[in-house]
């Protein structure tokens, strides 16, 4: 059900787009076929396909937490794992966790912030407002 103050978003005219499959490879909720990102983590003002209004888009800190709690459990785990079990100098986990934390953390970041966006667009995810009648 659609609320009554947000325009139909053609979803009869293009259709139901998956939106983990389209959130992943950073594609138009809508159309499946723009790009959602210019560059990468900054969200695009519209899609260049078919022009849906990007500015419904509120990911806030969301996807950040997800990865830092997942990647920090895993990373810490193979930390401790590598310390354990082949004693490396300090100088070695200085150089080589922060190059495997980037490498694993920003293409998840970009999956997980277009996935967000793609489920905010999919559910009409709005902020809640109080409903103040005489």
Known sequence: MQSTDRPDRGR???GEQPPVSTGIKGRCPRCGEGKLFNGLLTVREECSSC???YSFED???GPT???MMALG???LGAVLYVEFTYTPPGWVH???WPIVILALGLPLLRAVKGVL???QFTHDAAPGRIDRKP
Do not use: E, Q
């Open 12 to 14: 009869a005219y293009y």
């Open 51 to 53: 022009g849906l209004d």
């Open 59 to 61: 990911s806030g800190d």
């Open 65 to 67: 937490v997800l990865i």
């Open 73 to 75: 459990f895993v990373v």
């Open 94 to 96: 200085a150089v080589i």
């Open 117 to 119: 966006i793609a489920l």
